[in-house]
């Protein structure tokens, strides 16, 4: 039986959805088109139902397979730093998890590229992709440290799992004057680096402390 709805009920109906919003302005948030993407998104359903009551706060979740859904606040950030007076068109995630920030991405620009490792959470994500209607996403079962080489170069990347160092191969599929957001550091605390391609150097503009899973290797 379909339980889930898109609308919504009780803890995750508009109004809470709401709330959420008016905390993520509160919070520095001020794209107003990444705002309005995410008030209409329904993040209850890409966690578990037991979860379902949650989905709204401004906090990460447990996803299942030892990895979670971001903190909406994070997701609202990182989407920001890549859209702020940029307008990319093919972007590449790296991290799909459950889908959400993929959704939310996907609705901002015209094609998204999603990579994940670990497949069940892939075949999750994809189902609701079209629950959403969501028809501009192309996923692969993939080591994302390998970024996608033959739908490179990408206007921007967003890496959702941290590793100590860039991965090469995602500075090399970035396309001149496009942009790549990444958490950068060690297992507990990493920190946001915004890397921007001109020509054949890359700037890096460090921003906010975060804590994201890591970027492991190999696919599972
Ligand atoms: N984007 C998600 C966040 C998922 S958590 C959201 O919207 O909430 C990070 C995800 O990165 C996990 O699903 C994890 O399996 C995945 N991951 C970790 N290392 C990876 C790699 N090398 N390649 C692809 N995905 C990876």
């Not at 994070?74 to 890549?82: D, F, P, R």
């Not at 790549?180 to 915004?194: D, F, T, W």
Request: proline share 4%; charged share 25%.
């Amino acid at each position: 039986m379909e339980i889930t709805n898109l609308d919504g009920i009780g803890m995750t109906s508009q109004r809470t959805r709401e709330r959420l919003i008016r905390q993520l302005r509160k919070e520095g948030i001020t794209n107003e088109k990444v705002l309005a993407v995410m008030r209409r998104t329904p993040r209850h359903i890409f966690v578990d139902e037991a979860l379902a009551s949650r989905a709204y706060e401004n906090t990460a979740l447990p996803i299942g397979h030892g990895q979670t859904i971001s903190q909406p606040y994070i997701v609202a950030k990182m989407t920001s730093m890549l859209l702020a007076d940029f307008a990319p068109k093919r972007v590449l995630e790296v991290g799909t998890g459950c889908g959400y920030q993929t959704s939310i991405l996907a609705q901002l620009v015209d094609e998204v590229y999603t990579v994940e490792r670990i497949a069940a959470l892939l075949q999750q994500a994809k189902k609701r992709f079209r629950k959403l209607h969501l028809y501009n996403i192309k996923t692969q079962h993939a080591d994302g440290n390998w970024g996608w080489e033959n739908q490179a170069p990408f206007d921007a990347i967003l890496v959702t799992a941290a590793p100590q160092q860039v991965p090469e191969s995602l500075l090399r599929q970035l396309d001149y004057g496009g942009r790549l957001v990444i958490p950068v550091g060690s297992a507990h605390q990493q920190r946001l680096r915004l890397i921007v391609r001109r020509a054949e150097h890359f700037e890096r503009v460090d921003d906010e402390f975060v804590s994201f899973v890591p970027l492991l290797s190999g696919k599972v």
